[in-house]
């Protein structure tokens, strides 16, 4: 067995053997939800107001106050973050009068030092007939316009030195140690030369990006100017946040990587240094991971930030790596035409295999973090996702130009010797190959200082799916019944504190003001747990409100609504929702399903880049020390990944799951008119004889019967539907009652147990 087949058959054993061991063993922080609710109406003042966000919170940099129509501070001044829980803030309220109430909240995520705020609008007493559908302010899509320019200069920064340090490590000095003649080995020693000067460069522009950066974030938090940031300001954001601190640990590794570049040609180890070096701005780029939105996602946290980390990595490399070469080709412009062929052949090749390896690294792993951030297909319409696809339009281009670098230009520099290949190169061409790779490189160049941009915005923006969802309207539905149009919507629609509004107006468009009762009755559509009946209280003219947490789960809800007049006939309809998992601190537990699906596709995000890894390995190192190397960490990658995918089925065993268990059957059909309609034709058909017209027990058959037909109004509502579909299908033991299975199909007798709910 050859010492190169070790690491693959390592790995396959480790594929094979995976099972059996698995046997044996968003970011800005927005408001989500609060209580009281946004626009909503409470009999009596709340004793607090509580509000929950979506990441977590910097306690000595958050508020949260409420005032008074005439903008007067009513709280009682003790608003504080919940240090069990940072992604809770609360206030206490003394007996507030009925009244309009204004919410008004700021805070900085501790994760990636945004400060937001906003407003929203409570009432104490019956709900203003005037009061508006929505009062709660929404943050602007960016925070400042300067902001991901700051964030592109120091990104582009941080990763030209580093790339090009390891273009240094790995492309040039075996160049150098390669070189055929003296000419060759001194462009290459001056390209080392013009790299310094670049990397010098680069760690400028990241230093004073990074501060322009630190000022803006301290400006945005305080609402002040930049001047008037500078010092006290930002020492806050500086301790008081996890985006200050990665800020201060990333400007200490930037300072100790130019300490030790700056000392490398002085020592006698110097190339130890510049490992240091790069290993300080390896660093750097993990503190920008830990500081990113995967950082903020507490379900992805862990695969999200080393997804993050390996994408950054594999951008250094390309984007110094090309930085590096443009740098030489356009150097080398002045030497004689042969001298600069041989120098671009000496190391463009080499650069060839480090560069695909980059791309699809940065391929495998930017698709992983657009699947966290976008979720889904609708959000790539908000800024985030626009962003997304632009910089996955610019990737595209880059990957062309590549190409051609790749597949043209590269082997006719190469091609010194015509005759041993069986084909021509002139020195014509020689030349056109040549100022082919120097302009290709550099609209290359040009393309990665766009997409570097658009990663500079896609840093400032709210991730996609989270801005997608603040967009997002409540669920709501109309139907009209009875002459009467009735309009019901919950807000927010996420497991926790909803309020149901239920509009109603006749048919000419005027609201209806005169409804002598209204029910609300809410039921998990998903399984049989009962149902609830909702407090509902007068909004206004023709609305009415109800609001509760008993939305307890996520999936699929009914709401019922009842209508009664005295000049019509009840109108009875029922809707179902859908209700999101609530994304707040204190909601159900992200489901088991979900974090398995993340950590699936990280696994075999691992193995796609283990594959990758060894691809480029068999094709371009298959005979050096650096295939060897490449092979072992291929290795690694695949039995890390295929662990992960092992492993993933068992993460969480024995928990319940996601879904409740379902007791009963779950009525399929909702109790909407159409539904009601043809139960009633079957209860006129099948059931009226013995129970009735009116489920009273009294039908022309009753009293032959013993024992007598059931009360149905008395009997009806002490059952699920489950229950009643059971008794309908297999009839009741000891009594006259039929079992109707095979006489009527399931649907039929769902129709019937919803016209049984209209006895009451």
Known sequence: MTPRVVPLVLALAVALLAPALAGVAHAHANLVRAVPAPDSATAQAPPRVEAYFSEPLAPALSALTVLDTAGRRVDGGDAAVDLADRQRMTVTLPQLPSGTYTVVWKNVSTVDGHPLSG??????????????????????????????????????GLLVAFGTLLFEFAVLAPAARAAAGDDVRTGLAAARRALARLRFGALALLVLASLAHLVLQASLRDGVSPLAAIGEPMARVLGTSQWGRMWAARAALTVL????????PRVRRGTLAGAAACAALGGALVTVALSSHAAADRLLALPGVANAVMHLVAAGVWTGGLAALLALALGARRLPVEQRRRLLAAVAPRFSPIAFLAAGAIAVTGAYAAWIAVARVSALATPYGLAVLAKAAIFAALVALGAVNLRWAIPRLRD????????????????????VLTRTVAAEMALVAAALLAAGFLASLQPAKHAEALLARAPSAERTVEGVRIRTAIDPGRVGVNRVSVDLARADGTPLTNATGVGVRVQFAEADLGAIDLEV????????????????????????????????????????????PSAAAGGPPVSVPARQAALLAFGWELVALALLLLGVSMAWWSRSRVGRVADWGGASLAIAGILVVYGVGHIDAGQPPEAPAVVGNVNPIAPDEASIAIGRELFAAQCVTCHGPTGLGDGPAARALVPPPAELRTHVPLHTDGVLF????????????????????????????NFLRTFK
């Open 537 to 580: 209280l007068p909004g206004g003219p023709g609305r009415y409100v109800a609001e509760g947490a008993a939305l307890s789960l996520r999936g699929t809800w009914q709401v019922e609504v009842t209508v009664s007049r005295p000049d019509g006939f009840d109108a009875r309809t029922a809707f179902r929702f859908p209700v999101a």
């Open 726 to 753: 059971g008794l309908v299908a297999g009839g009741f033991p000891g009594s006259a009652m039929p079992a109707f299975r095979g006489a009527l199909t399931d649907e039929q007798m769902w129709h019937l147990v």
């Open 416 to 435: 010194a010797a015509p005759a041993t290949r069986g084909r021509s190169t002139s020195g014509a061409a020689r030349r056109t190959a040549a100022r």
């Open 257 to 264: 990587a130019a300490a030790l570049l700056a000392l490398a």
């Open 119 to 156: 407003t929203y609008v409570f009432y104490v007493g019956a709900r203003p007939p005037d009061a508006p559908a929505s009062s709660a302010t929404r943050p602007p899509a960016l925070l400042s316009p300067v902001e991901p320019f700051a964030r592109w200069l120091a990104l582009a």
